[in-house]
């Protein structure tokens, strides 16, 4: 959800003509945390990483 201050500042920018075109292509490629594979040392660690969404799986050194 976005924040309520974030609104006016982007109005703005959206009323420019191509403003939004513009940042939408030069925006930073976002990744999804469960892309990401986290290897943990206890099931500890790694179960609250999987409850929070990421990819995480036991691996003992």
Do not use: H
Request: include cysteine.
């Amino acid at each position: 959800m976005m924040c309520a201050a974030m609104m006016p500042p982007l109005r703005k920018v959206a009323a420019k003509p191509g403003e939004f075109d513009r940042l939408r292509k030069q925006y930073q490629e976002r990744r999804e945390w469960s892309s990401l594979q986290v290897n943990c040392d206890d099931a500890t660690t790694a179960e609250l990483l999987n409850q929070l969404g990421f990819n995480a799986i036991i691996s003992p050194e």
